[in-house]
């Protein structure tokens, strides 16, 4: 099973500030990543397929990059409506397609 | 638009068998996968399994294997998951999800187990 290991595990960022996520998976997941953000009380939303395209009404502040273990998900200025926790998800080795423990962006 | 609805919350007590259910719309439901998700309070994202609605294939995370069964019903595009020999670590808001990743998502159902 691979493993899905995101970092850091809180993040704490002002409005405006640019906010650098990374997810690491235990073997190569080639570009099969996903990213996803989810608020309190809601379900998860896609934000990222492919490692780097943006889902369907995705602003474009929000991007991905990477392939094979290592991969980023950048905010680059963060809105009042960003915060909240984002989990990866490798769907290249399945089953499982396994998440990440996700990382928490609150307001510094 | 694509929409996933889910059953209402259930409480079940422990040994107890659950069913949820995810009415699909807004597409053609025998098109893309339905996943399965869970999440306990305060906890991340855990997958479960996912069903090929089309042809009913199956596959199950190892932790659910034989706990677990997903079903469909086409006719009214409608998908199920059923978890059985409940316990209380099995108390979480379960979700399906359209395709893989998980383009759309249903709103959830809260599953207590409790004696």
Request: net charge positive.
């Amino acid at each position: 099973e691979i493993v899905m290991t995101q970092s850091p595990a809180t993040l704490s960022v002002s409005p405006g500030e640019r906010a650098t996520l990374s997810c690491r998976a235990s073997q190569s997941v080639s570009s099969n990543l996903a990213w996803y953000q989810q608020k309190p009380g809601q379900a998860p939303r896609l934000l990222i397929y492919g490692a780097s395209t943006r889902a369907t009404g995705i602003p474009a502040r929000f991007s991905g990059s990477g392939s094979g273990t290592e991969f980023t998900l950048t905010i680059s200025s963060l809105q009042s409506e960003d915060f909240a926790v984002y989990y990866c998800q490798q769907y290249n080795n399945w089953p499982p397609n396994t998440f990440g423990g996700g990382t928490k962006v609150e307001i510094k | 638009q694509v929409q996933l609805v889910q059953s209402g919350a259930e409480v079940k007590k422990p040994g107890a068998s659950v069913k949820v259910s995810c009415k699909a719309s807004g597409y053609t439901f025998t098109s893309y996968d339905i996943n399965w998700v869970r999440q306990a309070t305060g906890q991340g994202l855990e997958w479960m399994g996912w069903m090929n609605p089309n042809s009913g294939n199956t596959g199950y995370a190892q932790k659910f294997q034989g706990r677990v069964t997903m079903t469909r019903n086409t006719s009214i595009s409608t998908a199920y998951m059923e978890l059985s020999s409940l316990r209380s670590e099995d108390t979480a808001v379960y979700y399906c999800a359209r395709g893989r990743p998980g383009l759309n998502w249903g709103q959830g159902t809260l599953v207590t187990v409790s004696s």
